[in-house]
């Protein structure tokens, strides 16, 4: 099956400081991946959609100068969080569309970051 | 924006129950995910509906868009069943586009042996 691999899994990064997270699809190409944020005991929501040579598109409230994101090939997206505060703690997560099955979406583990 | 309801937020059954979770959506949607995050955080992908029934395993899941409604059946519920299970919609206008998805809050349950 579809496999997407997120790196790192787990980060603790002091205030000030930015942060980036990978996230690959192993074995197919995804022309369309999407960032997720999980503050504890909440639902994911949506951060932005990341489009393969393209800008990304950020959901209302998300601040896309603090949060670059860069899909510069089909089997990569990274998500810098910069000038991290305690506040941006959270769980991302990465879905990635399969360009050949557009309406399968398939997440990494996430990755959790914390921030100190 | 699309609203999405579960319930119930928390269950707690004894092994072999069988087990249903509802999720109900306020707005037309192309596709329903049912999801399944584990204490660690990582999502497993279980069933994406646009109608009818799915059936894997010990797992059905049942859609009916008239009525915005969704369900996720377990039968004979193991303790490894224990996991957070998750609704999340895909927009009615998802054909080939681009759109993220809307998640419920999620049904927290617990199979004790």
């Known amino acids: 099956g579809a496999v997407v691999s997120q790196h790192p899994s787990r980060v603790i990064c002091k205030s000030g400081t930015s942060v980036k997270i990978e996230c690959r699809s192993l074995?197919?190409?995804?022309?369309?991946m999407f960032w997720y944020r999980q503050f504890p005991k909440q639902s994911l929501m949506l951060m932005a959609t990341?489009?393969?040579?393209?800008?990304?598109?950020?959901e209302q409230g998300v601040e896309k100068d603090k949060f670059l994101i860069n899909h510069a090939s089909l089997t990569l997206s990274t998500l810098t969080v910069t000038s991290a505060h305690p506040e941006d703690s959270s769980f991302y997560i990465c879905?990635?569309?399969?360009?050949?099955?557009?309406?399968?979406?398939?997440f990494g583990p996430g990755t959790r970051l914390t921030v100190t | 924006k699309n609203e999405v309801e579960q319930s119930p937020q928390n269950l707690t059954a004894q092994e072999g129950e069988f087990i249903t979770i509802n999720c109900s959506y306020s707005v037309g949607i192309s596709a329903l995910h049912w999801l399944q995050q584990h204490p660690g955080g990582g999502i497993v992908s279980l069933f994406m509906l646009s109608s009818g029934k799915k059936k894997h395993g010990r797992l059905i899941a049942t859609i009916n868009i008239q009525e915005k409604h969704s369900s996720l059946h377990i039968t004979a519920s193991h303790p490894r069943d224990s996991a957070v299970y998750i609704c999340?919609?895909?927009?009615?206008?998802?054909?080939?586009?681009?759109?993220?998805?809307?998640f419920g809050k999620g049904t927290h349950l617990i199979i004790q042996p």
């Open positions: 999340a919609v895909s927009p009615d206008d998802s054909g080939g586009g681009a759109d993220g998805l809307t």
């Open positions: 990341s489009n393969e040579g393209s800008k990304a598109t950020y």
């Open positions: 879905s990635a569309r399969d360009l050949q099955r557009w309406w399968e979406q398939y």
């Open positions: 074995d197919f190409q995804a022309t369309t």
